[in-house]
């Protein structure tokens, strides 16, 4: 694997990703709040509203807030190419962001369909700006570099996505739009198998051999899975909507799908065995049990196929989202967090022409044993979610608590690192 | 006599190779040269070896991925004892006109 050409100028500031981070985990936390005021009964159902708003608390609000912070930052800095007025189109798109998954999930919590409108439009801008933003930029990185083409990819998926959910939240308050069977799970797989589990890959593709010192993940793999994958849930996807009563096909286009994710995880899990360097490292620890989870999934989903269980598909959305995505994100954040912050200081000393400043280490900037309380509640948190999949009545309030606990650490963490940084930098001027 | 020093960083995570590497770079002495072995290219490193006044030549083709040589900027001993030792390797990206002795 090859970086792009890259050059200290590009950087954005260091708030264009650091903004989305330090929200995202606020929104884990009403997330949490949000189950624990609904209590058990939420989880009787996957169309109950509470359960609705929690789980775009978590998609929108924590899972798509750090990975729009980071493509912004990773654009420039791993593909070689910058948005324009990065800053501006921060802001912009946090902004409303923030604002579209707040008014979606009050529309459910509240029931008002005024809600669901202004979160359609609100989500529908900052979520087709960002995308198109992002693809046209995408155009101008260098051909052929693996990360630019899964990108691509996982960005399509997400618009995808983005078409049906907001059709499905101005459906909510506009009675002529028509709700199409299945429409709801076409959105869910896009999202879930599309944008973000083709990001997670393209992202590990680099993040992986990068910071655990591991072999390079295949060639063919790196350029041709993502786009497979792709194929894949567009194929699955129409055998939906035109031979709906044509079940094998479907379980044919979902199996397939489900290779591609056990390709993925088998793959990395070699690839973590063979590591360099064999020290402690909390980043290994939640992508262990990220692929973990993963693999669940996909026993999950096959389980799933002998008849229609409705626990076994909140089953199926708990450790696709908590186990898979959240624990993927948050090893992620403790490399990429700490390594951008060093990266803003470094460039800092630099363009005021001295040498070596007093730069933290990324251990410093966040400590080792602060990640790994982080790990121990967020393996705590998804082992009492999955218990509350079957007894809700003893295990679903301790599992919203844990995830506002587990939140809690993880902003803990974040906000630690940017003060580290604040710090440095006024003493640096004083 | 020109002394290289060597810094392997196939096996550090980043920063690590960059921090050393610059560390390292400012002990040089005159007619000195740093040769960095790395699994990846160290695109980061090249801003900074530029910022703080580094000749640097980037090659491929040892028994690993990438060697990068480093030199004060106008030290012609050192360039010429870098361009020598990588006559067997091909250049990739090069802060000077490979002008080979």
């Known amino acids: 694997m090859k970086a792009a050409a890259l050059s200290l100028a590009q950087t954005p500031p260091l708030s264009v990703p650091y903004r989305f981070f330090l929200t995202a985990p606020l929104f884990a936390v009403a997330c949490g709040v949000t189950l624990f005021w609904a209590g058990p009964d939420v989880l009787s159902s996957r169309w109950h509203p509470a359960l609705l708003a929690a789980t775009h608390l978590l998609t929108l609000g924590f899972l798509t807030m750090v990975m729009a912070g980071a493509l912004q930052q990773l654009t420039p800095v791993l593909m070689g190419v910058q948005i324009s007025y990065p800053l501006s189109f921060s802001t912009v798109i946090h902004l409303l962001l923030v604002a579209g998954t707040l008014a979606l999930t009050a529309g459910w919590l509240w029931q008002k369909t005024a809600l669901f409108t202004l979160a359609g439009v609100l989500l529908g801008l900052a979520l087709t700006g960002f995308i198109l933003v992002l693809l046209v930029t995408l155009r101008k990185a260098r051909s052929g570099h693996t990360t630019v083409r899964s990108t691509t990819v996982a960005l399509l998926a997400f618009a995808v996505t983005v078409v049906l959910g907001v059709y499905l939240a101005l ?108 020290i402690p490292d909390v980043t290994l620890n939640f992508w262990r049990v990220s692929l973990s989870s993963l693999l669940l999934v996909v026993i999950a989903w096959g389980l799933s196929l002998t008849g229609t269980h409705d626990q076994l598909e909140i089953f199926f959305g708990v450790l696709m989202i908590t186990g898979f995505s959240m624990s993927a994100i948050s090893g992620m954040l403790y490399k990429i967090a700490p390594f951008l912050i060093w990266l803003h200081l470094n460039n800092y000393i630099q363009g005021r022409g001295h040498t070596r400043g007093n730069i933290p280490n990324m251990k410093q900037v966040i400590p080792e044993r602060h990640a790994r309380l982080h790990f121990r509640a967020h393996c705590l948190m998804l082992l009492l979610f999955i218990l509350a999949v079957f007894w809700p009545d003893y295990f679903l309030r301790p599992a919203a608590l844990l995830l506002i606990i587990t939140a809690g650490i993880l902003w803990n963490n974040l906000y630690s690192g940017f003060r580290l940084y604040k710090h440095i930098i006024r003493n640096q001027e004083a | 006599m020109a002394r290289e020093y060597l810094l392997d960083a196939v096996d550090m995570e980043p920063p690590e190779p960059l921090v050393r590497a610059m560390e390292l770079a400012e002990k040089l002495g005159k007619g000195d040269y740093l040769r960095m072995r790395h699994r990846r290219e160290p695109c980061l490193l090249y801003d900074n070896l530029k910022q703080q006044g580094f000749s640097f030549i980037t090659c491929t083709g040892s028994d690993v991925a990438y060697d990068v040589f480093i030199w004060h900027e106008g030290d012609a001993g050192a360039q010429s004892s870098v361009l020598t030792r990588a006559d067997t390797l091909v250049i990739k990206l090069s802060s000077v006109k490979p002008s080979y002795p």
Do not use: K
């Not at chain 1, 797989?189 to 990068?210: C, D, E, K, N, R």
């Open chain 1, 171 to 278: 459906g909510y308050s506009w009675n002529g739009l028509e709700r199409l069977p299945g429409m709801t799970d076409q959105h869910m797989t896009w999202g879930l198998v599309g944008w973000v589990s083709l990001l997670i890959m393209g992202v590990a593709y680099q993040v992986i051999p990068m910071f655990q010192i591991t072999p390079d993940y295949p060639g063919p793999m790196m350029r041709w899975l993502a786009i497979l994958m792709f194929l894949l849930l567009s194929c699955w996807s129409l055998v939906q909507i035109f031979f709906p009563q044509t079940i094998w096909l479907s379980h044919l286009a979902g199996g397939l799908l489900a290779s591609g994710l056990v390709f993925f995880l088998l793959v990395s899990m070699n690839l973590l065995s063979r590591r360099r360097r064999y």
